[in-house]
């Protein structure tokens, strides 16, 4: 597995609304993009920071994973995610080397992208995703 750069780091938000304040007024970042992913049921926004984006993550429902993230750690840094091509081969080589999977295959994320996720208690207590542009 090729990594070819930091894809973006999700941030979990309880309102992206009342942060785009800081993100645009204070940091001078422009959100160009928000979208509902409803299998994940999460509200998402994103900003570009050179190369990586900054992906603010709300939760639509009490039952998503972000909601529950808050309620046990509190707003702050969610995951990091790389860019990778071949992205069901990787999480084959990713398993191989003993690493947990939460996805087998990979998914269709936010802005279109393939996506998948390793296990935090393989990966050094970080939730790593792993995305791939699709073709």
């Known amino acids: 597995m090729e990594i070819s750069h930091i894809e973006h780091i999700g941030i979990a938000v309880k309102s992206i609304e009342e942060q785009l304040p800081y993100y645009e007024g204070v940091l001078g970042l422009t959100c160009y993009n928000i979208e509902t992913v409803e299998d994940q049921k999460v509200k ?15 939760p639509t429902s009490e039952e998503s994973t972000i ?6 750690k509190g707003e702050g840094v969610h995951h ?4 990778t091509n071949g992205l069901n081969e990787a999480l084959k080589e990713m398993e191989n080397k003993g690493v947990r999977l939460i ?6 994320g936010a802005e279109g992208l393939n996506i998948a996720f390793l296990h935090p208690k393989s990966t050094g207590s970080v939730l790593t995703e792993l995305c791939e542009h699709p073709e």
């Open 67 to 72: 909601a529950k993230f808050i309620e046990k």
């Open 103 to 108: 996805d087998m295959q990979a998914r269709k």
């Open 44 to 58: 998402t926004a994103f900003f570009k920071v050179g190369q990586t984006k900054i992906e603010l993550l709300e």
């Open 80 to 83: 990091i995610a790389f860019a």
